[in-house]
């Protein structure tokens, strides 16, 4: 163990370097870095245990950041740690440079996630330990570095409560009380009781100490490591700017670079080159990531009424038979998301989030950052309430998997508040994303399982009724493909559909056929991946394009369509047929019919295209 006075010297190293890198960049938050440069001293100087050489090993202690801002006082302790040199700490936040304004994992193999969206280190922190310690079984423990403005948000509730439900005594968060948010003082500034009643009744062990007294805070380590059946959390009372006295705890100066670096440097002993010995990791092995047999999905027949949800959760079971490093997530309702059937046949891989939509992501974040394959589960409209996850989730590369049940006007009596009427515009527009809308249960099973296989944040929309199985179980449905259903010389228009909509446009197609007039029908299963060539394709046979979804006209199917035709070649004539009223309660076929998307409304819409002399 490194002496206390050693340690004092590596925390001031660390002040200095990010006084430094600041001043270099121009910009950057050192201020919030040096409140916390003793406790991030400790940390490394005796506590955390990892190979920097081997950033995958099975028992690394894992390290999340979560007031992502203070990136200089984290890029000056790899730089202790001897994992970064001198030079390349200077060129933080330059272009090019692998030190971001706030840490990302691309560059950084030691950055677990992406942070600065504050609120999310704490929740994502709670699935790597529940991967730790249900999952992995491996004593590594996972640390997280808070501030306490973010300690406002919602988000560090839901997950200290998920923390306390399960017993997650390899979480510790460490939470930097400087008493000064970005624009003056916190909600509680330093009385640290606010936060300890809180954090006790969760089921949280709770630690306050002073977090300048290097001996305090060893204690406190040695304290958390002890405790068992808790997660604890270290309520440290700090000074914003602490070491130097123009910017100690004075408002005004968060987010800007001190105005006189060097005397600063100076004041604090000068710029050093301390090295700290951080702790190997324990020998330990990671088990999950075999796969453990052949993949058999549910079958059906043709004909049978199936709802895309209960294929969903059919072919997660069989996913999770096939795969051991499959793992579910759900957020209280798996009884109508249908991940119940996962959570029955695979206990040991399933977690139940309850009414926590933030945690539900944030969950599968960690878990995915663990190298694990997860599916989040819950309402389409109730994964709005994690955009900013999703949005975080892409900036960190994770790959994990997110399904919206009860998705549109198709959900019939429950009324507007439950359907998801967003969710494609909102997934389609997340960096990096794929989303899959499938509109029976033998192409969800296949989707389910191409999932597995993909990159980024993944989003498949399942639907509430039941839909006719209108493929046969050998059916491939590549990610970025369409199928078209109909199709013939004669047809003067393409009507473009994807889930509960295929059904109500192939009765069209039946009924227009009767009136003389052939329409192409195409099943855009695909989102995005758009299927350009076949969309393109129908255009230049038929003239027109009619997109019919369940969901609103902005940011859905027909803007999928519409960028398929974004290279400077002639747009089609495009009509789109949406929700576009607020809808109430009333039954599925009601619904349909109000929102101007059923068989009825299409056929009425191709009728006037072909009467208007629109279409050839």
């Known amino acids: 163990m490194t002496s206390i006075s050693e340690l004092a010297d590596v925390a001031r190293q660390l002040r200095v370097d990010s006084i430094r890198a600041a001043a270099a960049a121009g910009s950057g938050h050192p201020t919030s870095s040096m409140s916390a440069a003793d406790l991030m001293a400790v940390l490394i100087g005796g506590h955390f245990r990892y190979d920097f050489e081997r950033p995958a090993h099975p028992g690394n202690d894992r390290f999340i950041l979560s007031k992502g801002h203070a990136s200089p006082l984290l890029y000056a302790a790899y730089k202790a740690a001897g994992a970064l040199t001198d030079e390349e700490l200077l060129t933080f936040r330059k272009e090019g440079s692998r030190l971001e304004g706030h840490p990302t994992p691309r560059a950084l193999p030691w950055v677990e996630v992406a942070t600065g969206s504050l609120g999310q280190g704490l929740p994502v922190g709670v699935g790597m330990a529940l ?3 249900r999952l992995d079984r491996i004593p590594y423990r996972v640390w997280v570095l808070c501030g306490d403005s973010e300690l406002a948000e919602g988000s560090v509730w839901e997950a200290a409560e998920h923390a306390g439900y399960e ?8 939470v930097d009380v400087n008493r000064l948010g970005q624009r003056g003082p916190t909600r509680h500034e330093w009385r640290l009781a606010a936060y300890a009643d809180r954090f006790a009744a969760s089921g949280w062990h709770v630690v306050e100490i002073d977090g300048h007294d290097i001996d305090d805070i060893g204690r406190a380590y040695d304290e958390a490591a002890s405790t068992a059946g808790q997660p604890t959390v270290i309520l440290a009372r700090t000074l914003k700017g602490k070491g130097v006295a123009a910017v100690e705890d004075r408002e005004g100066l968060h987010g ?5 670096p060097e005397a600063a440097i100076q004041e604090l002993g000068g710029v050093r080159d301390v090295r700290v010995e951080v702790r190997e990791p324990a020998a330990a092995r990671a088990m999950h990531a075999v796969r453990s047999g052949h993949l058999e999905l549910p079958r059906h027949e ?48 399933f977690f139940e989030c309850y009414i926590a939509e933030q945690q539900l992501v944030a969950a599968a974040v960690g878990l995915a950052a663990r190298g694990w394959v997860p599916y989040a589960s819950t309402f389409a409209a109730f994964l709005t309430r994690a955009h900013d996850f999703v949005r975080m989730a892409a900036i960190s590369g994770a790959g994990i998997n997110l399904v919206g049940s009860h998705a549109g006007v198709a959900i019939g009596q429950d009324g507007p508040s439950q359907m998801g009427l967003e969710d494609l515009a909102v997934f389609r527009a997340v960096h990096g994303s794929t989303v899959l809308y499938p509109c029976d249960a033998h192409q969800t099973g296949r989707l389910v399982a191409e999932m597995a296989g993909l990159e980024g944040v993944r989003y498949l929309r399942t639907s509430r009724g039941d839909t006719p199985v209108i493929y046969g179980p050998g059916e491939e449905f590549p990610v ?26 192939l009765a069209a197609a039946e009924t227009l056929d009767g009136a003389g007039i052939q329409v192409r029908v195409i099943d855009l ?5 758009v299927d350009r060539t076949t969309l393109r394709e129908a255009a230049e046979r038929t003239g027109c394009l009619l997109t019919v979804e ?4 902005e940011g859905g199917i027909g803007d999928a369509v519409l960028d398929a035709f974004t290279d400077g070649r002639p747009v089609p004539r495009l009509v789109r047929l949406a929700v576009r009223r607020m809808p109430g309660s009333a039954s599925p076929a009601e619904q349909l019919r109000a929102a101007g998307i059923d068989a009825d409304s299409i056929a009425a819409a191709a009728r006037l295209l072909v009467e208007q002399g629109v279409v050839r």
Request: hydrophobic share 35%.
């Open 256 to 260: 800007k670079p001190l105005r006189d």
């Open 480 to 505: 970025g493909g369409s199928k078209v259903l109909r199709a013939s010389d004669a047809d003067r228009l393409t009507v473009v559909a994807a889930g509960v909509t295929v059904h109500e446009a």
């Open 302 to 349: 043709v004909g049978d009424a199936v709802a895309t949800r209960t294929a969903y959760g059919q072919a997660l079971a069989a996913l999770g038979t096939a795969r051991g490093d499959v793992v579910a997530l759900d957020g209280e309702v798996g009884d109508s998301t249908r991940a119940e059937y996962f959570a029955k046949e695979h206990p040991d891989r």
């Open 525 to 529: 299963y695909s989102v995005k991946p």
């Open 550 to 553: 369940d969901h609103r006209p």
């Open 131 to 133: 991967s730790g310690k």
């Open 167 to 174: 017993h997650l005594d390899n979480l510790t968060a460490i």
